[in-house]
T-cell receptor, first 108, second 118 residues
């Protein structure tokens, strides 16, 4: 059974700081997604990682994928309050299985 | 980009009644649709996978007689929560893959439906 775990579950960080969210998955998968969810809303697609070594960046967020280690990371650079949300990774085989989620709170 | 429309956005129903949630792909043909349930402050849990024209595949622990899924066309899947009870109150989200791009392409998500059973 595919399991996807994220670490940490909750992250409170000061504006301007950097941090990394980790996503481990248990079975072979070449596709990994990152999503953002604001309270009461559905998912917003952030990154689609399709191959080993893939790295994508958008603004203050950068995602990477290591399929051999079954690990993806979401790095936050110089956090701002607008990044406060819950972030999910999801591993894709024939179905999309979500990680536990990381609730990010950025304070001044 | 691909758009998935879910309706209604929120619904309040009485215990014991049934509620139907629709999920439509607006600009592509969705051969596969997924239904998720999300309780407050938790992750999305896959309930079932539906393929157009065939029976849905339910995840372990999901009652197929309670959560009826119909995927009668390439643009519409419905989830009916039968005999709803307060513990069924949750956020339900659908997603769909574009069949024309292959079987394992990115899935696009609906806006979600917040169900409250009173």
């Amino acid at each position: 059974e595919l399991k996807v775990e994220q670490n940490p579950l909750f992250l409170s960080m000061q504006e301007g700081k950097n941090y990394t969210i980790y996503c481990n998955y248990s079975t072979t998968s070449d596709r990994l997604y990152w999503y953002r969810q604001d309270p009461g809303k559905s998912l917003e697609s952030l990154f689609v990682l399709l191959s080993n070594g893939a790295v994508k960046q958008e603004g203050r967020l950068m995602a990477s994928l290591d399929t051999k280690a079954r690990l993806s990371t979401l790095h936050i650079t110089a956090a701002v309050h607008d990044l406060s949300a819950t972030y999910f990774c999801a591993s894709d085989t024939d179905k999309l299985i979500f990680g536990t989620g990381t609730r990010l709170q950025v304070f001044p | 980009g691909a758009v998935v429309s879910q309706h209604p956005s929120w619904v309040i129903c009485k215990s014991g009644t049934s509620v139907k949630i629709e999920c439509r792909s607006l600009d592509f043909q969705a051969t596969t649709m997924f239904w998720y349930r999300q309780f407050p402050k938790q992750s999305l849990m896959l309930m079932a996978t539906s393929n157009e024209g065939s029976k849905a595949t339910y995840e372990q622990g999901v009652e197929k007689d309670k959560f009826l899924i119909n995927h009668a066309s390439l643009t519409l899947s419905t989830l009916t929560v039968t005999s709803a009870h307060p513990e069924d109150s949750s956020f339900y989200i659908c997603s769909a893959r574009d069949g024309a791009r292959g079987s394992n392409t990115e899935a696009f998500f609906g806006q979600g439906t917040r169900l409250t059973v009173v």
